[in-house]
């Protein structure tokens, strides 16, 4: 087991993993940016270290200075979190250079998975479907129109380094894919320093279910269910649930594929392979997260399973602590993401937390390292809190949701808590109706 853990994250994931941590009786060392150093975690943990100025790319994405901080603080691995370096194989390389352990995938199977076009290619060839598009990266505007004009209208420009919604772009016909094409190229570029781009053809309505994967050295491989991520604004979660509400058949071809894919990769430690799943309930396979996911909580609810004390343990050499047949799913969980944002405009709310009561009771859970007093930055992730509710059923599981929210009391700061409320009282969230698109049409 290693000894000490560098945190190279911020917010409610580095208290997260720092509790996971001290729960297996390890030293931990934070890193934090001027603008958290009253944060919980830097209170929390047994030494912290600031690595420089507000700005994410002087301080969080500063791999020198990450790496400075470790030397100093005589830590013996880095867990990044999800975010900033964390699918970032550059760094994980520079760790592993450094005698540090990389509490995170192999650099080269996170290269692979990085790039959405090779990844694509990659598992079409072990036979998993893949949306229609392209075969690989597109070089110029008239070939995105050729594989538009096969696989038909709509389609997705897609950042090839990409994830998170940023540098996609909608086109409906051939004028508006050239309008959208450099803009598309643009904003990858902007945003992964990598402006490759591939298509895809629209599947709509479609849903968005991720399975849950974890592997160790060994070539043990567990699959711990699957959640449903469909709630979405601007492709960014919302809202998620586990289990999903799926025919048991398709349930097993999700599994089986994702067993497929972390075998055949040689993946090792946490991951997600994330499929969308169409009305006749075809599914494709879009992407895997070599990372710890915002949504794990609902997994672990569900399953027992901590899924960052596994990380910690994969990394340090250990075999997976439970089997397949271990593995029971109980119970229904969901997770509210909370965000300090105007819950109608969604612009950002940052500032002084005046109040701050969290709620309780059975089957409530909150993950956030916010508290009064606290003043927000502006600089960083709007996310303060995840609230994660379980029940016995996805009925109570709801009620419980609901009545967490009612309790829940934030003063000073917006927060999207009423979006929460009313996706909970809809009639088709309630009858499981709810798509990738359902969201936008929601709210508007």
């Known amino acids: 087991m290693v000894r000490r853990v560098l945190i190279a994250n911020r917010g409610e994931i580095a208290l997260r993993i720092l509790r996971a941590c001290r729960e297996l009786g390890l030293e931990t060392v934070v890193v934090y940016s ?24 002087n301080s969080y994405l500063n791999v020198q200075s990450i790496m400075s901080a470790a030397e100093i ?26 005698d540090l352990v990389f509490i995170g995938p192999p650099a080269h199977v996170m290269r692979l998975m990085g790039h959405k076009a090779g990844a694509r290619a990659k598992v079409a060839s072990w036979g998993i479907p893949v949306i229609p598009g392209s ?15 096969e696989v038909g209208y709509p389609v997705l420009m897609k950042a ?11 086109a409906r ?14 904003e990858a570029g902007a945003a992964f320093g990598y402006a490759g781009l591939y298509v895809e053809k629209l599947i709509h309505p479609a849903r968005h279910i991720e399975v849950q994967v974890v592997a160790d050295a060994n070539g043990n491989v567990l699959v711990l269910g699957e959640r449903d991520c469909s709630l979405q604004r601007r492709h960014q979660k919302v809202m998620e649930e586990a289990p999903a509400f799926l025919p048991s058949q398709l349930r097993e071809r999700l599994f089986e594929d994702a067993r497929l894919i972390t075998e055949r990769l040689g993946y090792v430690n946490v991951g997600t392979v994330e499929f969308l799943v169409d009305e006749r309930g075809d599914h494709y396979f879009i992407e895997m997260n070599t990372r710890i ?11 027992g399973v901590d899924l960052v004390k596994e990380q910690i343990r994969i990394a340090s050499g ?31 709310s940052p500032g002084l937390v005046e109040r701050w009561v969290v709620p309780g009771g059975p089957g409530v859970r909150v993950d956030s390292a916010v508290y009064q007093g606290y003043e927000i930055p502006p600089f960083y992730d709007s996310l303060v809190a995840k609230l994660i509710a379980h029940g016995r059923d996805r009925d109570e599981a709801i009620q419980r949701c609901r009545r967490a929210l009612e309790e829940f009391q934030i003063k000073g700061i917006k927060t999207t808590i009423p979006l929460s409320m009313a996706i909970l009282e809809s009639d088709d969230y309630l009858q499981c109706r709810c798509h990738i698109d359902w969201l936008e049409r929601f709210l508007w």
Request: glycine share 8%; charged share 30%.
């Open 34 to 57: 001027e603008a958290d150093c009253d944060s919980l975690p830097v209170q929390l943990a047994d030494r912290a270290i600031c690595i420089g100025p507000p700005e994410p790319v």
């Open 73 to 98: 603080a005589m830590a013996d691995a880095v867990h990044p979190g999800y975010g900033f370096l964390s699918e970032n194989p550059e760094f994980a390389e520079i760790c592993m250079a450094c």
């Open 135 to 149: 075969e690989g990266e597109i070089e110029a505007e008239e070939e995105a129109i050729e594989v538009a004009r």
């Open 160 to 170: 090839a380094a990409g994830g998170g919604g940023r540098g996609m772009r909608l």
């Open 173 to 186: 016909d051939e004028d508006e894919l050239r309008q959208v094409f450099n803009t598309a190229r643009s």
């Open 293 to 303: 996911q915002v949504e794990h909580p609902v997994t672990e609810m569900v399953t």
């Open 318 to 348: 250990e075999p997976l602590s439970v089997s397949q047949n271990d593995i029971k799913v109980e119970g229904w969980a969901i997770e509210c993401r909370i965000n300090a944002e105007d819950p109608k405009t969604f612009q950002p």
